[in-house]
C-alpha cells in the first residue's frame, strides 16, 4: 500500500490501440506533454526515460509490466530536480479499459514516502497533460499551455 497516492480517471473517445499509441509515441507525447519525447524499448525490465526539449533527462525508470493497450506499469524518478530525486523511486501504472465509444484511462501515480513531494508536484502536473492528451485524440489539438517545456525548469 502506498502512502502518498495520485489517481486521474477519464474517459476518452478513441479506441485503446490509438490511447496506447499516444502515451508511447514520441511523436504524439511531443504534442500534449511539453515537448518530451519518452525512450524505451517497452517490455519489461527495460529501461525507460523522458527527455526534456533542452536534451536533459526528465524522468527515469524501468518498465515492470506492459500488455499493450491494457496496462503499462513503470518505476519513476525525477531526475531534474534534486529534491523530487532524493526521494528515489515512484510507481506509475496506466490502465486503459474500453467503455463503449470511449476508453477509461485511469492513472495511478504512487510511492512509500509518507508526503511526498514528488506525488505532491505530478498532482498538479498529470491533470493538465491528460487533459491535453483529450483534447489532442478528440478533436485533433492539445491545450496551448501544454505543448511547450516550462521556462525555467
Known amino acids: 500500500m502506498a502512502d502518498s497516492r495520485f489517481v486521474y480517471v477519464t474517459y476518452i473517445r478513441t479506441t485503446p490501440e490509438k490511447l496506447w499509441q499516444a502515451l508511447l509515441d514520441p511523436e504524439f507525447t511531443r504534442q500534449y506533454w511539453g515537448g518530451t519525447w519518452q525512450e524505451s524499448e517497452w517490455k519489461p525490465g527495460a529501461s525507460w526515460r523522458i527527455m526534456i526539449p533542452d536534451g ?8 515492470l509490466e506492459i500488455e499493450p493497450h491494457r496496462r503499462l506499469v513503470l518505476t519513476w524518478r525525477n531526475e531534474f530536480k534534486p529534491e523530487l530525486h532524493a526521494e528515489g523511486h515512484s510507481r506509475l501504472t496506466y490502465e486503459l479499459e474500453q467503455h463503449g465509444d470511449a476508453v477509461k484511462l485511469t492513472l495511478i501515480h504512487e510511492m512509500e514516502t509518507p508526503g511526498s513531494k514528488l506525488i505532491q508536484a505530478v498532482s498538479t502536473g498529470w491533470p493538465a497533460i491528460l487533459s491535453s492528451l483529450k483534447s489532442l485524440l478528440e478533436t485533433g489539438e492539445s491545450l496551448e499551455q501544454t505543448r511547450r517545456w516550462p521556462k525555467g525548469a
Open 56 to 63: 536533459r533527462v526528465g524522468d527515469s525508470g524501468e518498465i
